[in-house]
């Protein structure tokens, strides 16, 4: 069997089994003028991972192996926002305003999408998702059944939000989870270095953490 090295001890790879969790590298939380900067966040730490999520996309993509993108987003007529989140933050644009990108984190809308580097292929699945989790009020659950998906490999952001509580989902599941560092991001690099802890601690309580490159290199 093929281990991938990774902490707190090796992540015991089903080559058969796994797929990838790309979670909302989308316009909205990447760039100037959307919700992530409506919030008062230096958007510019999340642009510099794209080129590790590219990489590691593209190892699951040579190795013929299942990619999944997530989008936080919401239905046009709100009906799946709760106003205690359209609230939250005080954000100088709520959920559903109309912005430089169009609708903030609204289905359809050009600032929703997934940033052009990253940008899903033909076949690849796409989950909307209205809340932080991807497995809440979305089919991800039935999709990985469907096909016998049993690990998953997580990157994306934000690492303490939407990527935390989807591997959290993901565990209580019975997935086995593992982080990609590099591929990973917070605008707050305190939260990305104690999320990584929480996970890994208590021997692996919450998934597995390895490198980019062990992780390709393990299922190529
Ligand atoms: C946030 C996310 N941070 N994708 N969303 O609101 O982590």
């Given at each position: 069997m093929v281990e991938i090295k990774a902490e707190p001890f090796s992540f015991p790879l089903k080559r058969d089994a796994i797929a990838l969790v790309v979670i909302d590298m989308q316009r909205d939380f990447?760039?100037?003028?959307?919700f992530g900067a409506s919030?008062?966040?230096?958007?510019s730490r999340i642009t510099k991972i794209i080129p590790d999520v590219k990489r590691l996309i593209e190892g699951f993509r040579s190795a013929g192996l299942p990619v999944i993108h997530t989008m936080e987003c919401h239905r046009p007529d709100l009906s799946d926002l709760p106003p205690a989140k359209r609230n939250?933050?005080?954000?100088?644009?709520?959920?559903?305003d109309e912005g430089p990108m169009g609708r903030?984190?609204?289905?359809?809308?050009p600032g929703t999408q997934i940033l052009a580097e990253l940008a899903p292929v033909d076949g690849e699945i796409v989950i909307e998702k209205p809340?932080?989790?991807?497995?809440?009020?979305?089919?991800l659950g039935d999709i990985l059944r469907e096909r016998g998906i049993e690990q998953l490999v997580f990157s994306g952001v934000t690492t303490e939000v939407c990527v935390q509580t989807t591997m959290r989902e993901a565990n209580d599941r019975g997935y086995e989870c593992l982080l990609a560092e590099e591929a990973t991001e917070s605008y707050f690099p305190e939260f990305k270095t104690a999320a990584i802890s929480m996970i890994k601690a208590q021997g692996a309580i919450v998934g597995w953490v390895g490198s980019v490159d062990d992780i390709i290199e393990g299922i190529a």
């Open positions: 990447a760039e100037p003028g959307g919030l008062g966040n230096d958007v939250r933050g005080n954000p100088t644009l709520k959920i559903g903030v984190l609204i289905a359809g809308e809340g932080k989790g991807a497995f809440y009020a979305t089919p």
